[in-house]
């Protein structure tokens, strides 16, 4: 496979030069300074590209061209706002980019309780807590009902909690779920943001009636209306699976299995429209066989995100080695290896190493951390060979 990296513009703390030097061959990345629903015009596309280039890497994906609410939810802008992504894919299409990563998930992107979670070697790691996930929906966001869709063992749980949890980890659930994990990659809500509980009340509230079939719906549509652009241009679609992938906060999440892999491939059968196998938000979910999910959808497969995770009893997750856990990345590689060679592959959420901190490095980004996951899959990729 095609090894790539996700870099965040020249902004970012890591250079490309620095990626050159460890293997890297593709970049991953998007023009995040450009507003959601705005035209990407093609100068700047261009522009970013040569840039990319220059330092003897290609821009191998775009991740990613995000799809605004309003088209996920059937808003009033709708249109308008399809029409510009249509522009936009266009002109990605015309500067030799043909791969594109986007998600369907309403309001927030991944969702995780820990962003420093300690490991016995000293590291840190992603982590989601589902009791103090529970905690956070019902007695800091205090969403109507948000207490029924929980067993009464998650209750107990959460009640226990509250006797013992302080104002600064409440501050931080909420920095963690709503703002450290979304602002960085065109998210709703940004840092510094005054009120990010009320903000986010408001977002979750246009999502008021809109379930798992009309949001299916709504991305059949959008699906429908893209896909001539992007036969025209040879543009691969590819759907990013939800993260976690089971239903939360009371919004409907449509790609979280099997059964919804199937439904989105067929609901618009072409075969731009494909999906982004992201082998660490499938495994997230103990309903899914992840070998087996890649070996059904292998020709739908046009971007692959390589991590692990290990699922606990209680439904809590933690983000895993990339050669352990419930991921199977060393069956994914040989699967996908030997399907096509020139996949392109991205190491996602490495570990934060030592040397890492302090470096400002977005959430899931280290630079050490990714670049120890890069070098067990590239061992596992010659083994395979």
Same mark, same amino acid.
């Given at each position: 496979?095609?090894?790539? !990296?996700? =870099?965040?513009?020249?902004?970012?703390?890591?250079?490309?030069?620095?990626?050159?030097?460890?293997?890297?061959?593709?970049?991953?990345?998007?023009? &995040?300074?450009?507003?959601?629903?705005?035209? =990407?015009?093609?100068?700047?596309?261009?522009?970013?590209?040569?840039?990319?280039?220059?330092?003897?890497?290609? =821009?191998?994906?775009?991740?990613?061209?995000?799809?605004?609410? +309003?088209? *996920?939810?059937?808003?009033?802008?709708?249109?308008?706002?399809?029409?510009?992504?249509?522009?936009?894919?266009?002109?990605?299409? *015309?500067?030799?980019?043909?791969?594109?990563?986007?998600?369907?998930?309403?309001?927030?992107? !991944?969702?995780?309780? $820990?962003? $420093?979670?300690?490991?016995?070697?000293?590291?840190?790691?992603?982590?989601?807590?589902?009791?103090?996930?529970?905690?956070?929906?019902?007695? %800091?966001?205090?969403?109507?009902?948000?207490?029924?869709?929980?067993?009464?063992?998650?209750?107990?749980?959460? +009640?226990?909690? $509250?006797?013992?949890?302080?104002?600064?980890?409440?501050?931080?659930?909420?920095?963690?779920?709503?703002?450290?994990?979304?602002?960085?990659?065109?998210?709703? %809500?940004?840092?510094?943001?005054?009120?990010?509980?009320?903000?986010?009340?408001?977002?979750?509230?246009?999502?008021?009636? %809109?379930?798992? &079939?009309?949001?299916?719906?709504?991305?059949?549509?959008?699906?429908?209306?893209?896909?001539?652009?992007?036969?025209?241009?040879?543009?691969?679609?590819?759907? #990013?699976?939800?993260?976690?992938? /089971?239903?939360?906060?009371?919004?409907?999440?449509?790609?979280?299995?099997?059964?919804? %892999?199937? !439904?989105?491939?067929?609901? @618009?059968?072409?075969? #731009?429209?494909?999906?982004?196998?992201?082998?660490?938000?499938?495994?997230?979910?103990? #309903?899914?066989?992840?070998?087996?999910?890649?070996?059904?959808?292998?020709?739908?497969?046009?971007?692959?995100?390589?991590?692990?995770?290990?699922?606990?009893?209680?439904?809590?997750?933690?983000?895993?080695? &990339?050669?352990?856990?419930?991921?199977?990345?060393?069956?994914? @590689?040989?699967?996908?290896?030997?399907?096509?060679?020139?996949?392109?592959?991205?190491?996602? &959420?490495?570990?934060?190493?030592? +040397?890492?901190?302090?470096?400002?490095?977005?959430?899931?980004?280290? /630079?050490?951390?990714?670049?120890?996951?890069?070098?067990?899959?590239?061992?596992?990729?010659?083994?395979? #060979?």
């Amino acid at each position: 496979m095609k090894k790539t !990296w996700r =870099w965040f513009g020249r902004n970012d703390n890591i250079s490309l030069s620095m990626l050159k030097e460890i293997g890297v061959e593709g970049i991953v990345t998007a023009l &995040h300074e450009i507003p959601n629903g705005e035209v =990407w015009p093609l100068d700047r596309i261009n522009e970013l590209k040569g840039y990319i280039e220059a330092a003897g890497l290609e =821009w191998s994906v775009v991740e990613s061209l995000p799809v605004c609410e +309003a088209i *996920k939810y059937g808003g009033a802008e709708r249109e308008r706002l399809i029409d510009n992504y249509i522009v936009s894919l266009a002109n990605v299409g *015309k500067a030799g980019v043909t791969t594109v990563c986007y998600n369907f998930m309403p309001v927030i992107d !991944w969702i995780r309780t $820990d962003i $420093d979670y300690k490991l016995a070697d000293g590291s840190s790691t992603l982590f989601f807590d589902k009791t103090r996930f529970a905690y956070f929906d019902c007695y %800091i966001l205090k969403r109507k009902d948000a207490e029924k869709e929980y067993s009464a063992e998650e209750r107990m749980r959460m +009640a226990d909690l $509250d006797k013992t949890i302080t104002k600064e980890e409440k501050e931080g659930l909420i920095d963690t779920i709503i703002v450290k994990t979304q602002g960085f990659i065109n998210g709703n %809500i940004k840092e510094g943001e005054a009120n990010p509980i009320a903000l986010f009340k408001n977002l979750l509230a246009l999502y008021d009636g %809109i379930d798992r &079939h009309a949001l299916r719906e709504n991305l059949r549509y959008f699906l429908s209306r893209i896909m001539p652009v992007c036969n025209e241009y040879g543009i691969k679609m590819c759907i #990013h699976p939800d993260d976690p992938p /089971f239903q939360m906060l009371g919004l409907p999440r449509i790609v979280t299995s099997e059964e919804d %892999i199937d !439904w989105l491939l067929n609901a @618009v059968d072409d075969p #731009h429209n494909g999906l982004t196998f992201c082998a660490g938000s499938l495994s997230s979910g103990a #309903h899914n066989n992840v070998p087996q999910l890649a070996a059904r959808f292998l020709k739908r497969i046009h971007f692959v995100h390589l991590r692990s995770t290990e699922v606990l009893p209680d439904g809590s997750f933690i983000e895993a080695d &990339h050669l352990e856990g419930r991921g199977k990345l060393t069956e994914l @590689v040989a699967l996908f290896e030997k399907a096509d060679p020139s996949l392109p592959m991205r190491v996602d &959420h490495g570990r934060l190493m030592a +040397a890492d901190r302090e470096k400002g490095y977005n959430p899931g980004y280290s /630079f050490l951390g990714r670049k120890y996951a890069l070098a067990q899959i590239s061992e596992v990729m010659t083994a395979v #060979h």
